[in-house]
């Protein structure tokens, strides 16, 4: 399996323009969450899904940030419109619920600089 | 709700000396442990896990203890190395209801020669 992919790795945008981050979880895995990593917040839990529902939203920092599940594999993370404050390397992790020792796994992340 | 408390860092060490990092849970049940590292410009990834009272996971010469009585899961390494540094998570998985996924904040390790 190839693990938990994220597009873009990099992504560097003008300020007030919309972003979208893209995440393809391991198949067979139905839960999925996205984190944002700051050096001055650590790493913060923004949204988690489970059959493609969202569970958890409350990490979700403002009505700019938007998640969607279409399906099993895949997810998008939205920011419009984007602030310098949005800076961070976003994660995308999966695993399988109904199984609890179960580790989640992550992808490599997308750095997101906003100018 | 549940939540992971870990040691402050930087943790700064010498190559070959002894490591532990401190890691405290709070979980209205009997969660899954599990410490990920994260090596710079990375990912996170599995360390070890332990899924019951008394279980040790242990890898690459790491290890932790859940320890349900002083609900703890501290990291150990006996002779560190400066491969080594990275930033270690502490995290704990619920075994109930949806079964999320809590981080502690993190512990960055710096081994130098």
């Known amino acids: 399996d190839a693990g938990v992919i994220q597009s873009p790795r990099h992504e560097v945008t003008e300020m007030g323009q919309e972003v979208t981050l893209r995440c393809k979880p391991i198949s067979g895995h139905n839960s999925l969450f996205w984190y944002r990593q700051t050096m001055m917040r650590g790493l913060e839990l923004l949204i988690y899904?489970?059959?493609?529902?969202?569970?958890?939203d409350s990490g979700m920092p403002e009505d700019r940030f938007s998640a969607k599940m279409p399906n099993a594999s895949f997810s998008t993370l939205k920011i419009q419109p984007s602030e310098p404050r949005d800076s961070a390397v976003y994660f995308c992790?999966?695993?399988?619920?109904?199984?609890?020792?179960?580790?989640?796994?992550f992808g490599q992340g997308t750095r997101l600089t906003v100018v | 709700g549940d939540s992971v408390t870990q040691m402050e860092g930087p943790v700064t060490l010498s190559e070959e000396a002894f490591l532990t990092i401190n890691c405290t849970y709070t979980?209205?049940?009997?969660?899954?442990l599990f410490w990920y590292v994260q090596y710079p410009g990375e990912g996170l990834q599995l360390l070890l896990k332990a899924t019951k009272a008394d279980d040790k996971g242990s890898n690459k010469g790491f290890e932790a203890t859940y320890r349900k009585e002083t609900t703890s899961f501290h990291l150990e390494k006996g002779s560190v190395q400066v491969s080594d540094s990275a930033v270690y998570f502490c995290a704990l998985r619920e075994n109930t209801g949806f079964q999320k996924l809590v981080f502690g904040t993190g512990t960055r390790l710096l081994v130098s020669p």
């Open positions: 979980a209205t049940g009997y969660p899954s």
């Open positions: 992790a999966s695993t399988r619920s109904g199984i609890a020792n179960t580790e989640a796994f």
């Open positions: 899904f489970n059959n493609n529902v969202p569970i958890d």
